[in-house]
């Protein structure tokens, strides 16, 4: 039995730190991307699956029932927040001028915002 | 004799799974939200007992009757095999979304990104906070902007030089809609969810044009 441990507690490691390189490699994607709406892609998309996976890997090297549903519900309320606040900085950014229109290919909602005021 | 605590199925006017204190009804407790509250409460302690079970409920009653909602029946139903589809599809794609992104940003070439108008078929204020939460985890979508009155996403795609690229979006937002009503919304969305999706916009195209297609 010893030998299992051992194997999911490696694979619990291994799982961690694969994790954390995909969210190493969204924040080098952060710094390399232009303007503020494709950083956004950059700061949640490769986070949360990094964060996920993060979490799985923990969850294999803590392995009781109670601490498995404190996991999951760290990561329903990750994937509950990260898209609100993601949202928010997108739609200030957006409203306050932050995006640059010229680099955009098109864009529906310039259009609809100008056609109210 | 007045009675004490009015549960939902003595009195119609309230919501469902509610209880009412007083004389007046004037504290209206939401039943599911407490349990929810109480569960959250065990799961910070990590340990089952009576202890736990006991002062996370009576915090919980306690943050109901201090902080109350409004009264209002939000449309939320709990379908269990909707919800188990609505999990697996989104673990799938937000392992595509984060391997695609990562490829996306550390590509060489220039990306043209571009912001599109999705129009939904959904209308109650949950199923479309509800779609904007979902469609923030999928491949390429970062909602910018929700249009409240004509049920509309904006969504930025990342990489917008290929047609078909927009359309995999648009489609992609679409099946997303119909899995996240499927999993939480009320009869009547559900119907409005099975219809086809309403003609995509073109570029430049205004989305209320074309509303009123089937």
Known sequence: ?117 | MKRLVTFSFRNKDLPPFSAAFGARHRRVLDLPLIAWLTVIWVLLWSSLNWANLLTGAVVAVVVCLAFPLPKVDLGLRLHLWGILRLAGYLLYDMYTSGVKVTRQIHGRQPRRAAVIAVPLRCRSDLMLAAVAVTVSNVPDGSVVEVRRATATVFVHVLDAGDPAELEAARRSVWRLEELTVRAFGTRDEIERVAAPPPHAPRTGERPGDQEDRP
């Open chain 1, 1 to 117: 039995m010893t030998v299992w441990l051992q194997i999911l507690d490696t694979a619990g490691a291994a799982l961690v730190l694969l994790g954390a390189a995909i969210c190493l490699l969204g924040v080098i994607g952060m710094l390399r991307l232009p303007d503020v709406l494709s950083r956004s892609h950059a700061a949640t998309k490769p986070q949360a699956l990094g964060m996920l996976i993060v979490l799985a890997g923990v969850a294999l090297r803590l392995r009781s029932g109670m601490d498995l549903a404190t996991l999951g519900l760290i990561g329903f309320f990750q994937l509950m927040t990260g898209p609100v606040a993601a949202h928010l900085v997108a739609r200030s950014a957006y409203r306050t001028g932050q995006v640059d229109h010229a680099s955009l290919l098109f864009d529906d909602l310039d259009e609809q915002l100008t056609e109210e005021t």
